[in-house]
């Protein structure tokens, strides 16, 4: 299976900050790397697709880079409602894996 | 907009089998190039992949649940369903249904909200 870690685990940060969270693969999966928004008792959101595709509604502020074993998904100014845990999903082949998640938290 | 929406037993027995229901709202399981798929959540830990299935019938397992698991499709009630068979402590989990979007790129787009089941006597 392919692994996939994402760094940092967790992240405190402020309203209006810029963070940026990594996803790196264990082989190369060129750009099939998906990233998602997690809130607690919600269905999980799509943000960005194939490693750097803005899903439909999604704001502009959130963008997503890289391909082969490096990503990074970076919220350019944080709004309060942004506040979740986010996860990297790689599609390149089944079985599919995530990342272990990473908490954004309010600092 | 496609909605998901899990529904089952929230409690099984230690080696029974865990039976889950995605119905699909909002537009036709059998339209578009779509996977159906299955994806748990233990407590305290991160997203594993389950499985899928094609309108077609066709499906992928993870290997570390093969010999356990089931995915079925109905088509005439718009939804997908999982069993799991011989069920441990492990398998207690959030376990979500959700589309994967496919060719040429494949992500999930739509998910449930998940549901609870919990393996205990």
């Known amino acids: 299976d392919i692994q996939m870690t994402q760094s940092p685990s967790s992240l405190s940060a402020s309203v209006g900050d810029r963070v940026t969270i990594t996803c790196r693969a264990s082989?190369?999966?060129?750009?099939?790397l998906n990233w998602y928004q997690h809130k607690p008792g919600k269905a999980p959101k799509l943000l960005i697709y194939?490693?750097?595709s803005l899903q439909s509604g999604v704001p502009s502020r959130f963008s997503g880079s890289g391909s082969g074993t490096d990503f990074s998904l970076t919220i350019s100014s944080l709004q309060p409602e942004d506040f979740a845990t986010y996860y990297c999903q790689q599609s390149y082949i089944t079985p599919y894996t995530f990342g272990q998640g990473t908490k954004l938290e309010i600092k | 907009q496609v909605q998901l929406q899990e529904s089952g037993p929230g409690l099984v027995k230690p080696s029974q089998t865990l039976s889950l229901t995605c119905t699909v709202s909002g537009g036709s399981i059998s339209s578009g190039s779509y996977y159906w798929s299955w994806i748990r959540q233990p407590a305290g830990k991160g997203l594993e992949w389950i499985g899928r299935i094609y309108t077609s019938g066709s499906t992928n397992y993870n290997p570390s649940l093969k010999s356990r698991v089931t995915i079925s499709v109905d088509t005439s009630k718009n939804q997908f369903s999982l069993k799991l068979s011989s069920v441990t402590a492990a398998d207690t989990a959030v376990y979500y249904c959700?589309?994967?979007?496919?060719?040429?790129?494949?992500?999930?787009?739509?998910w449930g909200q998940g549901t609870l089941v919990t393996v205990s006597s």
């Open positions: 959700a589309n994967e979007v496919t060719s040429p790129e494949y992500y999930f787009d739509y």
């Open positions: 194939a490693a750097s």
């Open positions: 082989q190369s999966i060129s750009s099939f």
